[in-house]
Structure formats: C-alpha cells, structure tokens
C-alpha cells in the first residue's frame, strides 16, 4: 500500500466519492475498501452484531486491497467491546498488548486499531466498523466525526436491508398461505393484468397459474361477463 499525507479533507473524500453511488451490499463493500484506503490500513471490514448480542459477523471485509471471506467472532475481551459501548476508540499502537485474550490480534501481529460502532437512530448497537494495522496507525484529527457520518449511513443501509428481509418472509409466509388455502384467490393489480393466482383458481378457469400471471383478468372471460364488470365498475 503506497502511503500518502493523511489529512482529514482527503479522507473525507475518498470515503464520500467511493461509496457515494452504492447501495447495500455494494455499499458496505465500499466503506471497507475507502476506509482501508483513506487510512491507509492494512484491513477494514464492516460488521453486524448478531442476535445473540455477544458476537460480530463481518459483512464486508477488505484485506490488503483485496476482498477476503467473511468471518464471525466474540466481543468479549477484544476492542470491539469497548467501541461498540463507547461509539469510538482508538489505538494508534500496542493494542494487542492491551487485548492479549484476543488472539485475532495478537495472531495477526495488530499494532494500531480504529473502531466505529454502527447505531440505528434510537443508539441501539447494531455492528462495527473497524480499521486494523500491522503498524502503528496514525489517523487524522476529526476522524471520529467522519467516520460517524459513514456509520450512520450504514445504520439506515442495515435497517433497510433488515427491513426488506421481513417484508420478503412476510409475503413468503403469505403466499404460502394462500396459495395451499381451499379456496379461490386472484389478485389484479390497477390495469386489471393478474399478479396473483393460486392453484385451486387457476384450476376452476381450466388453466395453469403460469398461463394467468401477467395477463388480463378479462382474458379470461366471455363477452357478456365483461360488459357486466365494465358496467359494474
């Protein structure tokens, strides 16, 4: 990694025009990568606590300027702990020494540390972003505050993420439902073109449900039914 002047404005703009265009995944992806990059760090990953509350599973994680495999490990006795509870900390050197339980560092020859709790807007703890060193880590001042805007954006990507993961086993959970149920069900969207159709419908019109879907409730009926709703609606 060639090593460049840290100075807070750089970083700033290699975090915002890196990740500025990316959403999700590709966002945290992202982070990782500008914040190594910004840093000038050996690795930068991005976690997420997991329900238990007791461990971190890595969702993006850069190494060396390369995208390496995700890993899961135990708060307990490592630095992480400390910047999950204090929403920063920092240890330009030594911090293995300050950490011996944790062997990841002291494993990985770790000198310098920079974490960054990730919160949603009530400041529930909901993962980490963490800068790592083989060598004493040197970082700008106002840093902290920097990171802090890039951890906030990661809440709300999290929350979404979480979010659209319920709302996808929610419509699962749905669809299971009503397409096992006994009787008839056919959804419409507002052109009148079928979205929904299950088994036992599809049946009664004498089709499959992949020969519904997408198309017009009024293909499949006669002249007179359609006069009939046309009148009715």
């Given at each position: 990694m060639t090593s460049m002047p840290l100075d807070l404005e750089r970083c700033a703009a290699i975090l915002l025009n890196g990740t500025a265009q990316h959403t999700g995944s590709r966002f945290f992806n992202a982070l990782a990568r500008c914040t190594c990059d910004a840093l000038q760090t050996k690795q930068a990953f991005v976690g997420e606590l997991l329900p238990c509350g007791s461990r971190i599973r890595s969702i993006a994680n850069w190494n060396w300027g390369l995208k390496s495999e995700p890993f899961e490990y135990a708060l307990k006795s490592t630095p992480c702990a400390d910047a999950m509870d204090k929403g920063y900390r920092f240890y330009p050197c030594a911090v293995q020494r300050h950490f011996p339980e944790?062997?990841?560092?002291?494993?990985?020859?770790?000198?310098?540390?920079?974490?960054?709790?990730?919160?949603?807007?009530?400041?529930?703890?909901?993962?980490?972003?963490?800068?790592?060193?083989?060598?004493?880590?040197?970082?700008?001042?106002?840093?902290?505050?920097?990171?802090?805007?890039?951890?906030?954006?990661?809440?709300?990507?999290?929350?979404?993420?979480?979010?659209?993961?319920?709302?996808?086993?929610?419509?699962?959970?749905?669809?299971?439902?009503?397409?096992?149920?006994?009787?008839?069900?056919?959804?419409?969207?507002?052109?009148?073109?079928?979205?929904?159709?299950?088994?036992?419908?599809?049946?009664?019109?004498?089709?499959l449900p992949s020969e519904m879907i997408g198309k017009p409730l009024f293909d499949f009926m006669d002249d007179a039914s359609i006069q009939k709703a046309k009148v009715n609606v």
């Open positions: 944790d062997r990841l560092l002291v494993d990985m020859g770790i000198e310098g540390y920079l974490g960054v709790a990730i919160r949603d807007h009530n400041g529930n703890p909901l993962g980490i972003l963490v800068a790592i060193h083989d060598h004493p880590l040197a970082v700008p001042q106002g840093i902290d505050a920097v990171l802090g805007l890039f951890a906030s954006r990661a809440a709300a990507e999290m929350a979404r993420q979480h979010s659209d993961k319920e709302l996808a086993l929610s419509e699962a959970r749905y669809r299971q439902i009503v397409s096992t149920c006994l009787e008839g069900v056919w959804m419409i969207d507002e052109f009148s073109n079928t979205t929904f159709v299950n088994d036992r419908m599809a049946k009664m019109m004498g089709h």
